[in-house]
């Protein structure tokens, strides 16, 4: 299991976490749980130029804000997916990936909509 916010993805968890996969990088599958949405996701143009910086096919994962200069919305589900594929795995391994914190109130809790935080959990075990 990896866990990953914007900072997680650019300091590259993924890719730290899955170097010491000793298997099949084919035999993989990736299941992007809850995470806010990039029409809800807004970030400074620090961070969008830190991703670029990495590679500039990150690009694609950022939408210029309308409402503020500087400002971005960042799509952090296509930034993992773009990790992943980086290390080989092809998009018919990786599911979810839709489900938002920020909309679903009513199963999520998020400090951006609410100003508090709260806790919830990911579970992966094998029958």
């Known amino acids: 299991a990896i866990h990953a916010g914007w900072r997680g993805l650019l300091n590259g968890v993924i890719e730290k976490t899955l170097i010491r996969y000793l298997g099949n990088p084919h035999d993989l599958l990736i299941y992007l749980g809850p995470a806010i949405s990039q029409m809800h ?3 400074g143009e620090e961070v969008y130029h830190a991703f670029l910086q990495q590679n500039i096919k990150a690009a694609e994962a950022f939408k210029p804000s309308a409402q503020h200069r500087h400002k971005f919305y960042a799509d952090l589900f296509l930034l993992a997916k ?3 594929f980086d290390l080989g795995i092809s998009e018919s391994q990786i599911f979810g990936g839709t489900l938002c914190t920020y909309t679903n109130q009513h199963e999520f809790y998020s ?17």
Do not use: K, M, N
């Open 111 to 127: 400090y951006r909509r609410d100003g508090q935080t709260g806790r919830f959990a990911s579970l992966i075990w094998i029958q």
């Open 82 to 84: 773009q990790r992943c």
């Open 41 to 43: 996701f807004e970030v």
